[in-house]
């Protein structure tokens, strides 16, 4: 194996890698019925009509900045006669507005306040469909659409990421181009 056909391979293998263990980047966004905006980006791996594995999310309310650690979480309802209604971890986010379940917040969502901002999408099969965003301080922002309207609702993969398939592509063309020249003798 020469030199041209060993460094296409090793190309070729540590972009597939690499591209297995990058989440990828989303941006979001949602247009309340009265024309206010939230929005932002996540990373996590795309599943289907999911993201898992959320993280890094940012939080703009009508363009401006929630600054700070934002938190994620799912809500669950109370389940009688033990569990409290409140919001554990693992955000549900889906390019359907429909099947969302998550908060993203600059607090604790076991603990929000008045002076806290968030956005949250939940679902009627843990609440009530509901799309809601507040922020503070003392909730000057407070905007609801229940029920949610999924025309609103945007998540797009950010750019155009082609997860090494690009430079792949050019390894294969160069362990052809190795085979055609060992073919002719060149």
């Not at 309802?77 to 379940?101: E, H, K, M, R």
Request: proline fraction near 5%.
């Amino acid at each position: 194996m020469n030199r041209v056909t060993r460094l296409s391979l090793l190309v070729a293998a540590s972009l597939c890698f690499a591209s297995a263990v990058h989440a990828t980047t989303f941006n979001y966004q949602y247009i309340f019925g009265d024309g206010n905006i939230a929005s932002g980006s996540l990373e996590g791996d795309l599943n289907g009509q999911f993201v898992d594995n959320v993280s890094n999310v940012s939080l703009y309310i009508n363009g401006s900045e929630i600054t700070g650690t934002i938190f994620t979480a799912a809500y669950t309802p109370p389940s009688p006669p033990f569990t409290p209604a409140g919001w554990i971890a693992g955000p549900i986010v889906s390019f359907d507005a429909l099947q969302n379940n998550f908060i993203f917040s600059d607090v604790d969502p076991n603990a929000l306040g008045n002076d806290d901002s968030f956005f949250s999408m939940r679902n009627s099969s843990v609440y009530i469909d509901q799309a809601y965003a507040s922020s503070g301080p003392l909730n000057l922002l407070d905007v609801n659409d229940t029920p949610t309207v999924s025309g609103n609702w945007s998540l797009q993969v950010a750019g155009v990421p082609d997860g090494g398939l690009t430079v792949a592509m050019l390894s294969l063309a160069l362990l052809g181009l190795a085979g055609m020249r060992r073919k002719l003798g060149t």
